[in-house]
């Protein structure tokens, strides 16, 4: 009888000692996870950053156009390298991104290193073109330029039988570059402020 029970007891060693190690598993399959997750979210996180500090471009941009160098009639009607800005629309890869932003020698020819705006850190750069979407320089007009066209009652005068105002339509893109090699591209289309 001694014997049945020390078999009994030695059996319930060996499913603790089971039990245990898929407990361990377990644990370090839950540990991996939490870790892998932590380092997604870390990295989303990264991005949004660079995204928001992207928008200084922006902000930038629609100051120039606002009262700085672009504010002035004609001020657009031709490249200015200086500033960054063609004044026919550049050309794309497929994704819709200016080939500038991804060549040096390109970007060295329509725009210059400059106007790059550091980040709040000194590790994020942004670089950026300003293209007009026409096909050709010179004054623009509905000819040879993408015009925004307002909406109905936007600032057409009522029964005077004219067409609402249309506007010439801007494109402004954008390379966020990051530390460990990481960028984020931004793309913002946009008229001419009053």
Same mark, same amino acid.
């Given at each position: %009888? ?7 007891? !030695? /059996? ?21 996870? %939490? ?32 009262? !700085? ?27 819709? /991104? ?11 020819? /329509? ?14 750069? %942004? ?5 007009? %979407? ?26 005077? !039988? ?11 893109? /954008? ?20």
């Amino acid at each position: %009888m001694h014997t049945t029970k020390s078999r009994e007891r !030695g /059996v319930v060693l060996i499913y603790t000692l089971i039990i245990l190690l898929i407990l361990t598993i377990g644990a370090v399959a839950l540990v991996r996870s %939490m870790h892998t997750s932590l380092f997604s979210a870390g990295n989303l996180a990264f991005r949004q950053d660079l995204v928001n500090q992207g928008e200084q471009a922006v902000a930038t941009v629609v100051t120039q156009f606002k009262t !700085g160098s672009f504010s002035t009639p004609g001020a657009t009607d031709a490249d200015n390298k200086a500033l960054n800005y063609s004044s026919t629309a550049l050309l794309t890869n497929g994704q819709g /991104v200016p080939n500038a932003l991804l060549d040096k020698n390109i970007f060295n020819t /329509v725009a210059s290193h400059v106007n790059d705006i550091v980040g709040a850190t000194p590790d994020v750069t %942004m670089i950026y073109v300003i293209d007009r %979407m026409c096909s050709s320089a010179g004054p623009s007009n509905a000819a040879i330029c993408l015009q925004s066209i307002a909406a109905p009652g936007g600032g057409s005068t009522p029964g005077n !039988g004219l067409p609402p105002p249309s506007a010439t339509v801007y494109r402004l893109s /954008v390379r966020v570059d990051g530390p460990r090699n990481t960028q984020q591209f931004l793309q913002t289309t946009f008229t001419k402020p009053d």
